[in-house]
């Protein structure tokens, strides 16, 4: 409601609000991809450091 008043006001925002605005949004998501993909790669590694590990012995041979 208040863009609408704006634009029917003729007084818009300057274009380095906009330039600053999108700035902003582009390092947010750029920083929340980063530590999202952090976090994927860290729960990865301790599922892999979790995974169960038995020795089957059958017949005198050994597997791991």
């Given at each position: 409601?208040?863009?609408?008043?704006?634009?029917?006001?003729?007084?818009?925002?300057?274009?380095?609000?906009?330039?600053?605005?999108?700035?902003l949004l582009i390092m947010n998501?750029?920083?929340?991809?980063?530590?999202?993909?952090?976090?994927?790669?860290?729960?990865?590694?301790?599922?892999?450091?979790?995974?169960?590990?038995?020795?089957?012995?059958?017949?005198?041979?050994?597997?791991?």
């Open positions: 409601r208040g863009l609408i008043c704006l634009v029917f006001s003729g007084k818009l925002p300057g274009w380095q609000d906009f330039v600053g605005i999108i700035t998501s750029t920083i929340s991809f980063i530590e999202e993909n952090n976090a994927g790669n860290a729960a990865a590694t301790l599922m892999g450091r979790l995974a169960p590990r038995a020795k089957v012995c059958s017949c005198d041979d050994c597997v791991l």
